[in-house]
C-alpha cells in the first residue's frame, strides 16, 4: 500500500491505496503552515502502513530536492523541506510533484490516459497547468519546468495569464474566460447594447467562467461567442503540442470537463487548420475522467511511481 498527500489552497487530503484503488482518506482545511503540517503528519500516522508516501503540491516547487518554495496558494509555506520532515518521521521513501505532473501520471495510471505511452495533460482550470507522459515516463524537464505550456504566447493581445497577455493560459482558463468576457461585456455597456451576463459597470467584478457558461448553456450568443473565443485558442494552442510532441491523447480537465459542448467544435476546427494532419489523425482530445477524485489518485500516483 502506498499513502498519497494532496496539499491545496483550501483543503488537504491524506490517502491510503494501491494500483487500483483507494481504500482510506483523511481530509482537513488547510490553513497555516505549522497547524497543517501537524495535521499532515498525524493523518499519515494513523491512515494505515505504507511503503512509501507521494506528495502532490502547486508549484513553485524543487521535486528533487523536495521542497515547496512559496506556492502562492500556500502563504507563509516557505522553503518547506517536507520530503526530509516525512521521510525522518515515517521512515520510508517520500517523493514530491507539483500538482499539474501529479494529475498527468494520474490520468494516465488511472484515468482517460490508461494505455497510453505519450500523453499530455491540461489543467484548464483556475490556470493552464500541464503534465507530459512521453515514451512511457513522466517528463520533467532540466529543472523540473518542462510542461509550462500556459506560459505560450498565442497572440500580441489578449487576455492576460501567466503573466503574459495573450497566453495559452490567458485564453485558455477560468481566469481567461472571465476576461474575455469582461471585454465583450465592456464593449456592449459602451455600445448601449448590455450583454446578457452583464447589464451594468457593477456587474464587470463578478463575471466568471461559471456564469457566463450558465448563459451560454441557455443559448445566449455573447456567452457562446466568448467560449467560441477561448476555443479556438485552445485549438492554437493544441496544435503546437500536436506538433511538437505528436501525443496519442491530449486530456483535459476542469473547465472543458464541465463545458466541452461549448468549446469543441472551435477547438477542433482550428488545430485540423493548424497541425500536421497526420499527427491530428493518431492524436485524441478527451476531457479528464477522474472528476473530483483526480487529486487523491495525483498523489498516490506519485508514491507508485517515484520508486520506479
Same mark, same amino acid.
Given at each position: 500500500?502506498?499513502?498519497?498527500?494532496?496539499? !491545496?489552497?483550501?483543503?488537504?487530503?491524506? #490517502?491510503?491505496?494501491?494500483?487500483?484503488?483507494?481504500?482510506?482518506?483523511?481530509?482537513?482545511?488547510?490553513?497555516?503552515?505549522?497547524?497543517?503540517?501537524? $495535521?499532515?503528519?498525524?493523518?499519515? @500516522?494513523?491512515?494505515?502502513?505504507?511503503?512509501?508516501?507521494?506528495?502532490?503540491?502547486?508549484? =513553485?516547487?524543487?521535486?528533487?530536492?523536495?521542497?515547496?518554495?512559496? =506556492?502562492?496558494?500556500?502563504? +507563509?509555506?516557505?522553503?518547506?523541506?517536507?520530503?526530509?520532515?516525512?521521510?525522518?518521521?515515517?521512515?520510508?521513501?517520500? /517523493?514530491?510533484? $507539483?500538482?499539474?505532473?501529479?494529475? %498527468?501520471?494520474?490520468?494516465?495510471? /488511472?484515468?482517460? !490516459?490508461?494505455?497510453?505511452?505519450?500523453?499530455?495533460?491540461?489543467?484548464?482550470?483556475?490556470?493552464?497547468? %500541464?503534465?507530459?507522459?512521453?515514451?512511457?515516463?513522466?517528463?520533467?524537464?532540466?529543472?523540473?519546468?518542462?510542461?509550462?505550456?500556459?506560459?505560450?504566447?498565442?497572440?500580441?493581445?489578449? =487576455?492576460?495569464?501567466?503573466?503574459?497577455?495573450?497566453?495559452?493560459?490567458?485564453?485558455?482558463?477560468?481566469?481567461?474566460? @472571465?476576461?474575455?468576457?469582461?471585454? #465583450?461585456?465592456?464593449?456592449?455597456?459602451?455600445?448601449?447594447?448590455?450583454?446578457?451576463?452583464?447589464?451594468?459597470?457593477?456587474?464587470?467584478?463578478?463575471?466568471?467562467?461559471?456564469?457566463?457558461?450558465?448563459?451560454?448553456?441557455?443559448?445566449?450568443?455573447?456567452?457562446?461567442?466568448?467560449?467560441?473565443?477561448? +476555443?479556438?485558442?485552445?485549438?492554437?494552442?493544441? @496544435?503546437?503540442?500536436?506538433?511538437?510532441?505528436?501525443?496519442? #491523447?491530449?486530456?483535459?480537465?476542469?473547465?472543458?470537463?464541465?463545458?466541452? !459542448?461549448?468549446?469543441?467544435?472551435?477547438?477542433?476546427?482550428?488545430?485540423?487548420? &493548424?497541425?500536421?494532419?497526420?499527427? #491530428?489523425?493518431?492524436?485524441?482530445?478527451? =476531457?479528464? @475522467?477522474?472528476?473530483?477524485?483526480? +487529486?487523491?489518485?495525483?498523489?498516490?500516483?506519485?508514491?507508485? &511511481?517515484? +520508486?520506479?
Amino acid at each position: 500500500m502506498k499513502i498519497g498527500i494532496d496539499i !491545496g489552497g483550501t483543503k488537504c487530503a491524506v #490517502v491510503l491505496g494501491d494500483d487500483t484503488k483507494i481504500v482510506k482518506k483523511i481530509r482537513f482545511d488547510t490553513t497555516d503552515l505549522e497547524d497543517t503540517l501537524n $495535521n499532515i503528519m498525524n493523518a499519515v @500516522a494513523s491512515i494505515g502502513e505504507g511503503d512509501a508516501i507521494g506528495i502532490s503540491c502547486g508549484g =513553485p516547487l524543487d521535486s528533487k530536492k523536495g521542497i515547496i518554495m512559496s =506556492p502562492p496558494n500556500l502563504p +507563509g509555506w516557505d522553503d518547506v523541506h517536507i520530503v526530509d520532515m516525512l521521510t525522518e518521521r515515517f521512515g520510508v521513501p517520500t /517523493y514530491l510533484c $507539483n500538482d499539474a505532473n501529479a494529475c %498527468a501520471l494520474a490520468e494516465w495510471k /488511472y484515468g482517460a !490516459g490508461r494505455g497510453t505511452e505519450n500523453m499530455v495533460f491540461l489543467t484548464f482550470g483556475t490556470g493552464l497547468g %500541464a503534465g507530459l507522459i512521453l515514451n512511457g515516463k513522466l517528463y520533467e524537464g532540466a529543472c523540473g519546468m518542462a510542461g509550462e505550456l500556459g506560459h505560450i504566447r498565442l497572440s500580441q493581445h489578449g =487576455p492576460v495569464g501567466y503573466g503574459k497577455s495573450g497566453s495559452f493560459e490567458g485564453f485558455c482558463s477560468g481566469r481567461g474566460i @472571465a476576461e474575455i468576457g469582461r471585454t #465583450v461585456a465592456l464593449e456592449g455597456l459602451q455600445k448601449g447594447s448590455p450583454v446578457g451576463f452583464c447589464r451594468t459597470t457593477a456587474e464587470l467584478d463578478g463575471i466568471t467562467a461559471k456564469l457566463i457558461a450558465q448563459y451560454a448553456d441557455r443559448g445566449d450568443k455573447d456567452a457562446r461567442e466568448v467560449y467560441a473565443i477561448s +476555443g479556438r485558442m485552445l485549438g492554437r494552442g493544441l @496544435a503546437v503540442v500536436v506538433d511538437m510532441l505528436n501525443p496519442e #491523447v491530449i486530456v483535459i480537465g476542469s473547465v472543458f470537463s464541465r463545458s466541452e !459542448g461549448l468549446l469543441r467544435e472551435h477547438m477542433e476546427e482550428v488545430l485540423r487548420k &493548424e497541425a500536421l494532419e497526420a499527427s #491530428v489523425q493518431c492524436c485524441r482530445v478527451v =476531457p479528464a @475522467a477522474l472528476g473530483e477524485a483526480i +487529486g487523491d489518485f495525483a498523489a498516490l500516483s506519485v508514491a507508485i &511511481e517515484g +520508486g520506479k
